[in-house]
């Protein structure tokens, strides 16, 4: 059951924000009620808009425009203008997590049918999801458009990452190839990265044939979004492979204090030569782990 009758007040720029966001995501404008600058209505849900600030989402899925409010509002952003299509996303996962692969992914909306179809999936920003949501999102996202993934697992990773000795060099290299095979499969007219490092403005050093596009928070456009989701999907399908295979329970996400305390009751337990294979071993938490347990050997 979706969210109903949930209430937000936000500026008249973000109303107006929301408006535009909602007609491409497949609303259509209804006739306004008294007091009201518009209302949207979707399938299963309807946003009006009142001019006292108060915007009401209504209906069964309501949860849908509900995610794009917020994620507008997190990003305190504006609207996006309407890009050409076909438009190629990337995003990433797992370059902060201690253990588990590095994952790139990318995703292309050609129609704006699939537009629709992928902000009705749920589409939005990884990080304002749960794991659950991440999971249902990406196996509707996969049915959707075009995508490709690159998973480094860790041995893979760390046998590139010595070579590049960087990971936005690293990044760079996967990107590049990823993101050009895709833009070439759907003719793509614009292609989008998050942000991750200076590198990434320039990924080719020939001209393409597309508009690059490299901005921070860039996960407020729909196919980055939509990449971020099945980019993090193949994270934690990733680290759950990695601790069945190794005979563990789970494998903890992130780089916390309580992170690389488990990281240190692995190598007790297991040794230091797992490490190479379910974490990234030039993690400073890492080598500080081998170091406090030479010192104590």
Request: with cysteine; hydrophobic share 40%.
């Amino acid at each position: 059951m979706g969210i109903v009758n949930i209430v937000r007040i936000m500026t008249p720029e973000q109303r107006q924000d929301l408006k535009l966001l909602l007609a491409q995501a497949g609303g259509m404008y209804e006739q306004r009620p008294s007091g009201a600058s518009f209302r949207v209505k979707g399938e299963e849900w309807v946003v009006t808009s009142y001019n006292s600030g108060k915007v009401l989402f209504q209906g069964r899925r309501s949860d849908i425009p509900l995610a794009i409010a917020d994620q507008m509002q997190t990003s305190g952003v504006s609207a996006d203008e309407k890009m050409p299509l076909p438009v190629v996303g990337g995003d990433e996962s797992g370059k902060g997590d201690l253990f588990g692969p590095l994952v790139v992914s990318a995703f292309a909306v050609r129609t704006p049918e699939e537009r629709s179809a992928a902000v009705a999936a749920g589409a939005r920003d990884c990080k304002l999801m749960s794991d659950g949501e991440v999971r249902t999102v990406a196996a509707r996202l996969k049915t959707i458009g075009m995508c490709e993934i690159v998973v480094l697992m860790p041995a893979q990773y760390n046998m590139r990452y010595r070579r590049a000795k960087n990971v936005n060099v690293l990044l760079n290299e996967l990107y590049a190839n990823l993101l050009l095979g895709l833009a070439r499969k759907c003719d793509a007219r614009t292609v989008i990265l998050d942000k991750y490092g200076n590198r990434a403005v320039s990924l080719w050093k020939e001209e393409q044939s597309f508009r690059f596009i490299v901005e921070e928070r860039a996960e407020r456009y729909l196919e980055v979004a939509a990449a971020s989701v099945l980019a993090r999907n193949a994270f934690l399908d990733g680290l759950d492979r990695l601790a069945h295979e190794n005979g563990l329970e789970t494998l903890p996400k992130g780089s916390s204090a309580e992170t690389q305390a488990g990281l240190k009751r692995l190598v007790r337990q297991r040794g230091e030569s797992i490490l190479n294979y379910v974490a990234k071993t030039h993690f400073a938490p890492v080598q500080a782990c081998l170091n406090d347990l030479f010192e104590h050997h």
